[in-house]
Nanobody, 125 residues
Framework: QVQLVESGGGSVQTGGSLRLSCAVS????????MGWFRQVPGKEREGVAA???????YYADSVKGRFTISRDYAKGTMYLQMNSLKPEDTAMYFC???????????????????RGQGTQVTVSS
């Protein structure tokens, strides 16, 4: 059974940094199209970053240059390094795995077979 467990969320001030982790069990990262999403109550879920097994990385315009997605195969973990955080980055962040097909849009959350429970990020001004 595939399980995704996020961690690393918290409260920071504007300009601060956080690194989110998504520990994956039951699935192989090296062949996995994965992504990070965020959601604020009352707003649509937003794709933040995605990664392809061949190494391609994708970012929402709102986070380009500030967020970096990466994976550690040995640890079975995907990361989201978030720098220069802004109050508008405040949201519940969750990871998703096994996008099928892998050629589908990385922002189509319904294409992912598995999702974690999320970790809260709060950025204060």
């Amino acid at each position: 059974q595939v399980q995704l467990v996020e961690s690393g969320g918290g409260s920071v001030q504007t300009g601060g940094s956080l690194r989110l982790s998504c520990a994956v069990s039951g699935s192989t990262l090296s062949s996995n199209c994965m992504g990070w999403f965020r959601q604020v109550p009352g707003k649509e879920r937003e794709g933040v970053a995605a990664i392809h097994p061949a190494g391609g990385m994708y970012y929402a315009d709102s986070v380009k240059g500030r967020f970096t997605i990466s994976r550690d195969y040995a640890k079975g973990t995907m990361y989201l390094q978030m720098n220069s955080l802004k109050p508008e980055d405040t949201a519940m962040y969750f990871c998703a795995a096994e996008r099928l097909p892998c050629t589908s849009s990385p922002w189509a959350v319904q294409s992912y077979r598995y999702r974690g429970q999320g970790t809260q990020v709060t950025v204060s001004s």
